[in-house]
């Protein structure tokens, strides 16, 4: 027999490095990220470790397993799942080098039944090959006390002496795996209660192991149908939905015997999805998904009509072997339950369900009879279905089938019983099947997950209190010492039954694998309060993961059901399911690749939509839609199964040549600024323009003592009497940026909003703004107008008389605009006539005078100004790129592409296209009967059209829409949209998306509708938490937009001329400077300098990037030099000098005849 191929860590690749830049042709290298392994430095010293301690595993184990093996039986064979794993593995690679390291206990390879290795490792993933005839067994290594398989011969170890020390840890621990003991979960909430770095919180771009079980669910209450076809026996859900209990607040209501005339509610299962009827169209909703497993469960009620095993149902029989033939034919392993909730009614009403003990038995019988009948085609058996419902809210609160009310007693009883019902079914398989049929058997244990309110050590505890009490609650007597945890038995006392000793060893280890349950059903939904102990419920998957694996020794974890839910209304684009099932997934990915967590599959739930329980149709859970008022209830496929699809071909989330990022520079005479909205206009002059004449008293008050009626001579103030320019034009120059961008305000310089009343102190102290800027060789960028409060940045007569609804406010600007032109234009070369209107917030008439207004402003600067100033002069507009929900949707394109006119193509048609609004926008309106959208002449279309010399855009996050109605609340008539959120995305305090691929999007978008524009991205920036020191999330932000901005110049042709970073200082813009602001001190973030290495180096140039150097420019200022200020200084120099040299010729003139006449 051959050996088996080890799966190995990743390889790593190191980053090319390179300081060069380019000016010349845009070219770039997309560079892979770096190993994590290789960055710590334990690359392939780890890797043959972790061999090093498999082979030596391997010799330890292999002479004590082979007394167990009978030669030539099927047991010689050992999948390579079964083999013996390593003792300690290096942890796999990780995007960020920031994220947590250290060795864990070994994962071991995902099995599937009957694929053995052959060989070295070929084929990708044992998965693909769907488990073909002949399969011997699955893979997946019991914790129990059965039969272990047998391992592999020793392979033959080559000492290395690099692994000695190796050998003696595994002599020091007599070859024993590093255990995990309980109470060791506490240790979760610990190490995520700081929040991740930013690369460690968004999307991880990597693969599940080869061999990883990708599968799908379904129950058979909830989508079978057919309740009384074929002889199928009535279930307890048939009862409890046509019969249903009186409301749970008449506690005093015995449970209802089975027959009970009652108004049938309007939800039952009697039909649901007719999976019944139809399992050809159920399997092919499976091929067309790709998976791998398929999780069904088996009707007790169909195959045992009466609950006994002596009178089978031969049709319920025929179905479950046609269905596990058809899954043969396709290649897909069956995971098949036993007992999901739908116990038959004849057993509830003959011994009172599972609160009696002698049930078990009968559980058996009917799990013997689906053994014999099936199990040579299934490996993976599930026994019960979440105990922790059937429990709790089918006996103690009613709130479920049976519906008993019977109390916290009850329901501890229950438990109890179904425990040893469980440990019944996995000794009986364990010594009757396995040997023959190889299979595996658990039970699925349904959880939440609980972070504290503050995480203090009593916070902790109770969260660790709430898991035993659901979770621990089975998991502690199967997985542990066959007892329930001990907070527990100290809080329940005489509530909590109590074990013998033989049923502890009896229930001990009765699990060949976790499987785990964690979705909606009970999470947020069917969680008792009390078992909150008043913390908070969380959606972290990877966390309760992470606790699972600590807490019990490190498992094998089979996720055995997990996914949201979406509006019973909602039809095939579930974009809110398909985002939480990303979510669910890639926190499964990270828990494999960050964590050390073994995890070998994943379930998706379910297949199709169903019958939901409680929820009845109020809710949608499936893939595939099923219109539940057809008669043929075709399976449509929603946007998640096609999502799920693609996730599954590609086995996670590989790295893309777009996630890369890019080396390469931007052109030499990019504009790199900074962006202020609102400097701080202080005209307070300094000391020394004060004429006054002051004592000092030293004798008594040690202060300054202004002397009445004594002045000196009044000098003239400069512009460096203004202090405040001073500093601020410091923290610019400390950027290296280029330009700098602000806004003046309107209200400030016209009062009155017409130069009847004009502010020249406001006027003068722009004036030196922008010429100390010119001097520092830094170029202005002003704004004449932008919104905000508390008049909308206007004078507040203008505002008061309807701003911008009212066409005198058009007239108002254009007069601003002039005196700005004149006052400051001959300094300021860079113009935004409105800088970010808020179309969301804006009327229809207010836009159209809007437009007028920068069109008037800027044929006023191009006519009269334009010829003598040199400048440029255009509008920025906001465009935050909005991105359909589900990108397999056209409807949801369709109100993409809708948005965005109405976003950003309201006001940028006009200008930079027809000279008329967006047709979708006028169509869209025009459907509505809202004709309130007004009309250009053809005067004023020639007017607006064209009035920019470049194209300017603010651009901070990305949006999400969906056509969908899932939230009304989020839900937009006005536009028929519901905006929404990927909640794997990254997000700053405040909730705003980190989306940076978004602004490569719209820059692209813009360049299609509107031309090879110049561009400008005129600011982007993120606020951050004020407390955080490293400022981590803005250096993340700003690294992957400016990247983004670099692969639309350099792979997309986008004439991309300019980036701003939003903000300068956190004293105009809170939260978001690059300068943190305290004690009237400014001190620089660490933003700041990441963002002033990335302008010195004009990009991120690499060892392979083109090009060349880019020189230094020095312009000169003729306007602002030292000469042309000090003019009278120069005639003054130019004349002494002059002087002197006539002096001096005079003398030299005079001694010379001097000495003649003497001579």
């Given at each position: 027999?051959s050996?088996?191929?080890?799966?190995?860590?990743?390889?790593?690749?190191?980053?090319?490095?390179?300081?060069?830049?380019?000016?010349?042709?845009?070219?770039?290298?997309?560079?892979?990220?770096?190993?994590?392994?290789?960055?710590?430095?334990?690359g392939?010293?780890?890797?043959?470790?972790?061999?090093?301690?498999?082979?030596?595993?391997?010799?330890?184990l292999?002479?004590?397993?082979?007394?167990?093996?009978a030669?030539?039986?099927?047991?010689?064979?050992?999948?390579?799942?079964?083999?013996?794993?390593?003792l300690?593995?290096?942890?796999?690679?990780?995007?960020?080098?920031?994220?947590?390291?250290?060795?864990?206990?070994?994962?071991?390879?995902?099995?599937?039944?009957?694929?053995?290795?052959?060989?070295a490792r070929?084929?990708?993933?044992?998965?693909?090959?769907?488990?073909?005839?002949?399969?011997?067994?699955?893979?997946?290594?019991g914790?129990?006390?059965?039969?272990?398989?047998?391992?592999?011969?020793?392979?033959?170890?080559?000492?290395?002496?690099?692994?000695?020390?190796?050998?003696?840890?595994?002599?020091?621990?007599?070859?024993?795996?590093l255990?995990?003991?309980?109470?060791?979960?506490?240790?979760?909430?610990?190490?995520f209660?700081?929040?991740?770095?930013?690369?460690?919180?968004?999307?991880?771009?990597?693969?599940?192991?080869?061999?990883?079980?990708?599968?799908?669910?379904?129950?058979?209450?909830?989508?079978?149908?057919?309740?009384?076809?074929?002889?199928?026996g009535?279930?307890?859900?048939?009862?409890?939905?046509?019969?249903?209990?009186?409301?749970?607040?008449?506690?005093?209501?015995?449970?209802?015997?089975?027959?009970?005339?009652?108004?049938?509610?309007?939800?039952?299962?009697?039909?649901?999805?007719?999976?019944?009827?139809?399992?050809?169209?159920?399997?092919?909703?499976?091929?067309?998904?790709?998976?791998?497993?398929?999780?069904?469960?088996?009707?007790?009620?169909r195959?045992?009509?009466?609950?006994?095993?002596?009178?089978?149902?031969?049709?319920?029989?025929?179905?479950?072997?046609?269905?596990?033939?058809?899954l043969?034919?396709?290649?897909?392993?069956?995971?098949?339950?036993?007992?999901?909730?739908?116990?038959?009614?004849?057993?509830?009403?003959?011994?009172?369900?599972?609160?009696?003990?002698?049930?078990?038995?009968?559980?058996?019988d009917?799990?013997?009879?689906?053994?014999?009948?099936?199990?040579?085609?299934?490996?993976?058996?599930?026994?019960?279905?979440?105990?922790?419902?059937v429990?709790?809210?089918?006996?103690?609160?009613?709130?479920?089938?049976?519906?008993v009310?019977?109390g916290?007693r009850?329901?501890?009883?229950?438990?109890?019983?179904?425990?040893l019902?469980?440990?019944?079914?996995?000794?009986?398989?364990?010594?009757?099947?396995?040997?023959?049929?190889?299979g595996?058997?658990?039970?699925?244990?349904?959880?939440?997950?609980?972070?504290?309110?503050?995480?203090?050590?009593?916070?902790?505890?109770?969260?660790?209190?709430?898991?035993?009490f659901?979770?621990?609650?089975?998991?502690?007597?199967?997985?542990?010492?066959?007892?329930?945890?001990e907070?527990?038995?100290?809080?329940?006392?005489?509530?909590?039954?109590?074990?013998?000793?033989?049923?502890?060893k009896?229930?001990?280890?009765?699990?060949?694998?976790?499987?785990?349950?964690?979705?909606?059903?009970?999470?947020?939904?069917?969680?008792?309060?009390?078992?909150?102990?008043?913390?908070?419920?969380?959606?972290?998957?990877?966390?309760?993961?992470?606790?699972?694996?600590?807490e019990?020794?490190?498992?094998?974890?089979?996720?055995?059901?997990?996914?949201?839910?979406?509006?019973?209304?909602?039809?095939?684009?579930d974009?809110?399911y398909?985002?939480?099932?990303?979510?669910?997934?890639?926190e499964t990915?990270?828990?494999?690749?960050l964590?050390?967590?073994?995890?070998?599959?994943?379930?998706a739930?379910?297949?199709?939509?169903?019958?939901?329980?409680?929820?009845?149709?109020?809710?949608?859970?499936?893939?595939?839609?099923?219109?539940?008022?057809?008669?043929?209830?075709?399976?449509?496929?929603?946007?998640?199964?096609?999502?799920?699809?693609?996730l599954?071909?590609?086995?996670?989330?590989?790295?893309?040549?777009?996630?890369?990022?890019?080396?390469?520079?931007?052109?030499?005479?990019?504009?790199?600024?900074?962006?202020?909205?609102y400097?701080?206009?202080?005209?307070?002059?300094?000391?020394?323009?004060?004429?006054?004449?002051?004592?000092?008293?030293?004798?008594h008050?040690?202060?300054?003592?202004?002397?009445?009626?004594?002045?000196?001579?009044?000098?003239?103030?400069?512009?460096v009497?203004?202090?405040?320019?001073?500093?601020q034009?410091?923290?610019?120059?400390?950027?290296?940026?280029?330009?700098?961008?602000?806004?003046?305000?309107?209200?400030?310089?016209?009062?009155?909003?017409?130069?009847?009343?004009?502010n020249?102190?406001?006027?003068?102290?722009?004036?030196?703004?922008?010429?100390?800027?010119?001097?520092?060789?830094?170029?202005?960028?002003?704004?004449?107008?932008?919104?905000?409060?508390?008049h909308?940045?206007?004078?507040?007569?203008?505002?008061?008389?309807?701003?911008?609804?009212?066409?005198?406010?058009?007239?108002?600007?254009?007069?601003?605009?002039?005196?700005?032109?004149?006052?400051?234009?001959?300094?300021?070369?860079?113009?935004?006539?409105?800088?970010?209107?808020?179309?969301?917030?804006?009327?229809?008439?207010?836009?159209?005078?809007?437009?007028?207004?920068?069109?008037?402003a800027?044929?006023?600067?191009?006519?009269?100004?334009?010829?003598?100033?040199k400048?440029?002069?255009?509008?920025?507009?906001?465009a935050?790129w909005?991105?359909?929900?589900?990108?397999?949707?056209?409807?949801?394109?369709?109100?993409?592409?809708?948005?965005?006119?109405?976003?950003?193509?309201?006001?940028?048609?006009?200008?930079?296209?027809?000279?008329?609004?967006p047709r979708?926008?006028?169509?869209?309106?025009?459907?509505?009967?809202?004709?309130?959208?007004?009309?250009?002449?053809?005067?004023?279309?020639?007017?607006?059209?064209?009035?920019?010399?470049?194209?300017?855009?603010?651009?901070?996050?990305?949006?999400?829409?969906?056509?969908?109605?899932?939230?009304?609340?989020?839900?937009?008539?006005?536009?028929?949209?519901?905006?929404?959120?990927?909640?794997?995305?990254?997000?700053s305090?405040?909730?705003?998306?980190?989306?940076?691929?978004?602004?490569?999007?719209?820059?692209?978008?813009?360049?299609?509708?509107?031309?090879?524009l110049?561009?400008?991205?005129?600011?982007?920036?993120?606020?951050?938490?004020?407390?955080?020191?490293?400022?981590?999330?803005?250096?993340?932000?700003?690294?992957?937009?400016?990247?983004?901005?670099?692969?639309?110049y350099?792979?997309?042709?986008?004439?991309?001329?300019?980036?701003?970073?939003?903000?300068?200082?956190?004293?105009?813009?809170?939260?978001?400077?690059?300068?943190?602001?305290?004690?009237?001190?400014?001190?620089?973030?660490?933003?700041?300098k990441?963002?002033?290495?990335?302008?010195?180096?004009?990009?991120?140039?690499?060892?392979?990037?083109?090009?060349?150097?880019?020189?230094?420019?020095?312009?000169?200022?003729?306007?602002?030099?030292?000469?042309?200020?000090?003019?009278?200084?120069?005639?003054?120099?130019?004349?002494?000098?002059?002087?002197f040299?006539?002096?001096?010729?005079?003398?030299f003139?005079?001694?010379?005849?001097?000495?003649?006449?003497?001579?």
């Amino acid at each position: 027999m051959s050996t088996c191929s080890f799966p190995q860590p990743p390889n790593g690749r190191k980053e090319k490095a390179g300081a060069s830049s380019s000016a010349g042709p845009k070219s770039g290298k997309l560079r892979p990220s770096p190993s994590l392994l290789d960055e710590l430095g334990l690359g392939r010293f780890s890797r043959e470790g972790a061999r090093m301690a498999h082979r030596r595993q391997a010799e330890n184990l292999s002479a004590a397993q082979a007394a167990h093996v009978a030669p030539g039986s099927r047991e010689e064979q050992v999948p390579c799942s079964r083999r013996p794993r390593p003792l300690l593995r290096p942890l796999p690679r990780c995007p960020s080098p920031l994220a947590p390291t250290p060795l864990v206990p070994a994962r071991r390879e995902a099995p599937i039944a009957g694929n053995y290795c052959h060989g070295a490792r070929g084929e990708r993933g044992w998965a693909r090959r769907r488990g073909r005839a002949g399969a011997a067994g699955a893979g997946i290594k019991g914790r129990g006390a059965g039969p272990q398989r047998p391992a592999p011969a020793s392979m033959p170890v080559r000492a290395r002496p690099l692994q000695l020390w190796l050998r003696l840890l595994l002599l020091a621990l007599g070859g024993r795996l590093l255990r995990a003991e309980p109470g060791d979960g506490a240790q979760t909430w610990v190490r995520f209660a700081r929040p991740p770095v930013p690369e460690a919180a968004g999307l991880l771009h990597d693969t599940f192991p080869d061999g990883f079980l990708w599968a799908v669910g379904s129950a058979a209450y909830q989508t079978e149908g057919g309740w009384q076809q074929h002889g199928k026996g009535e279930s307890i859900w048939d009862t409890f939905t046509h019969h249903p209990p009186a409301p749970l607040g008449d506690l005093s209501i015995t449970p209802l015997p089975s027959g009970t005339p009652l108004a049938p509610p309007a939800a039952t299962g009697d039909v649901a999805s007719d999976g019944y009827n139809n399992v050809l169209r159920d399997t092919e909703a499976l091929r067309e998904l790709g998976v791998t497993h398929y999780r069904f469960s088996i009707s007790w009620a169909r195959v045992l009509p009466n609950g006994s095993a002596s009178a089978p149902n031969r049709e319920g029989l025929r179905y479950y072997r046609r269905l596990l033939e058809r899954l043969r034919e396709l290649g897909v392993q069956p995971v098949v339950t036993l007992y999901h909730w739908d116990l038959p009614q004849r057993l509830q009403d003959a011994y009172g369900g599972w609160a009696n003990p002698s049930l078990a038995d009968l559980f058996r019988d009917y799990a013997e009879l689906c053994f014999r009948h099936f199990g040579s085609q299934v490996k993976y058996w599930i026994t019960i279905d979440n105990p922790y419902m059937v429990a709790w809210h089918g006996y103690a609160t009613g709130r479920l089938a049976p519906g008993v009310r019977g109390g916290a007693r009850l329901g501890y009883l229950v438990a109890h019983n179904l425990l040893l019902a469980h440990a019944k079914i996995w000794h009986l398989y364990n010594t009757s099947f396995r040997p023959t049929q190889g299979g595996q058997v658990s039970i699925a244990l349904g959880s939440h997950w609980i972070i504290p309110r503050r995480t203090t050590d009593h916070n902790i505890k109770e969260c660790q209190k709430s898991l035993d009490f659901v979770l621990g609650w089975f998991a502690r007597p199967i997985f542990i010492d066959g007892d329930y945890p001990e907070s527990m038995k100290n809080n329940l006392s005489s509530l909590l039954p109590d074990f013998t000793e033989a049923e502890k060893k009896f229930i001990k280890g009765t699990a060949d694998f976790f499987a785990l349950s964690f979705g909606p059903t009970l999470s947020f939904q069917l969680l008792d309060p009390q078992m909150k102990f008043r913390q908070l419920e969380s959606p972290s998957l990877r966390q309760l993961l992470s606790w699972i694996a600590l807490e019990y020794n490190h498992p094998q974890i089979f996720i055995v059901e997990n996914g949201w839910f979406v509006s019973g209304t909602t039809k095939r684009d579930d974009a809110k399911y398909m985002y939480y099932l990303k979510k669910f997934i890639m926190e499964t990915l990270k828990a494999i690749r960050l964590d050390g967590v073994d995890v070998i599959g994943y379930t998706a739930w379910s297949l199709m939509d169903g019958f939901e329980w409680h929820q009845g149709y109020n809710i949608r859970r499936g893939l595939f839609y099923v219109d539940f008022l057809s008669q043929d209830k075709k399976l449509l496929p929603k946007s998640s199964a096609l999502f799920y699809q693609k996730l599954i071909e590609k086995n996670g989330f590989p790295p893309l040549p777009e996630n890369q990022p890019l080396e390469g520079t931007f052109p030499c005479d990019f504009a790199w600024g900074v962006v202020d909205n609102y400097i701080q206009v202080d005209t307070t002059l300094s000391q020394f323009t004060d004429p006054n004449v002051y004592l000092w008293d030293v004798h008594h008050s040690k202060r300054l003592i202004k002397l009445d009626g004594v002045v000196s001579r009044k000098r003239k103030s400069y512009c460096v009497d203004f202090a405040a320019i001073r500093s601020q034009i410091v923290l610019l120059q400390e950027t290296h940026v280029t330009h700098f961008h602000f806004s003046l305000d309107w209200a400030l310089v016209l009062p009155l909003g017409n130069q009847s009343q004009v502010n020249h102190t406001v006027l003068r102290y722009y004036r030196c703004v922008v010429e100390e800027l010119v001097r520092a060789n830094i170029t202005p960028v002003v704004a004449l107008w932008q919104p905000a409060a508390p008049h909308q940045g206007l004078p507040q007569p203008l505002a008061q008389q309807g701003a911008w609804e009212n066409p005198h406010t058009v007239l108002a600007f254009v007069e601003y605009a002039r005196l700005c032109f004149t006052e400051l234009g001959h300094r300021v070369k860079f113009w935004i006539t409105m800088n970010e209107p808020n179309t969301r917030n804006m009327t229809y008439r207010a836009g159209h005078h809007l437009l007028k207004a920068h069109a008037l402003a800027w044929r006023e600067y191009d006519k009269k100004f334009r010829p003598a100033q040199k400048g440029k002069i255009s509008i920025a507009l906001q465009a935050d790129w909005i991105e359909p929900a589900c990108p397999f949707s056209q409807k949801d394109k369709e109100v993409a592409e809708r948005v965005l006119e109405f976003d950003i193509g309201w006001l940028a048609e006009p200008i930079f296209g027809s000279g008329d609004y967006p047709r979708v926008m006028r169509d869209w309106l025009n459907q509505r009967n809202n004709f309130l959208l007004p009309y250009f002449t053809e005067e004023e279309r020639q007017l607006v059209r064209g009035s920019f010399d470049f194209l300017a855009l603010s651009h901070y996050t990305t949006i999400l829409v969906d056509w969908e109605k899932e939230d009304p609340t989020k839900y937009s008539d006005y536009l028929e949209v519901q905006e929404m959120t990927d909640i794997t995305w990254l997000n700053s305090p405040g909730q705003v998306a980190v989306v940076p691929w978004g602004l490569r999007k719209v820059l692209n978008w813009l360049k299609l509708k509107y031309g090879d524009l110049p561009m400008y991205v005129m600011a982007n920036g993120i606020d951050d938490d004020l407390q955080a020191e490293q400022d981590q999330l803005r250096v993340y932000y700003i690294h992957n937009y400016v990247n983004e901005a670099l692969k639309a110049y350099m792979l997309d042709g986008i004439n991309l001329c300019g980036y701003f970073a939003y903000s300068l200082n956190d004293r105009s813009a809170p939260k978001f400077g690059l300068y943190r602001y305290a004690a009237n001190q400014f001190e620089p973030k660490p933003s700041m300098k990441y963002y002033r290495r990335i302008i010195d180096n004009n990009g991120f140039p690499g060892s392979e990037t083109l090009g060349g150097f880019c020189p230094e420019e020095l312009s000169k200022c003729t306007e602002c030099s030292f000469f042309h200020k000090r003019k009278s200084l120069l005639a003054f120099v130019a004349f002494l000098f002059f002087a002197f040299i006539i002096s001096l010729s005079l003398i030299f003139y005079y001694s010379k005849k001097g000495r003649r006449s003497y001579k």
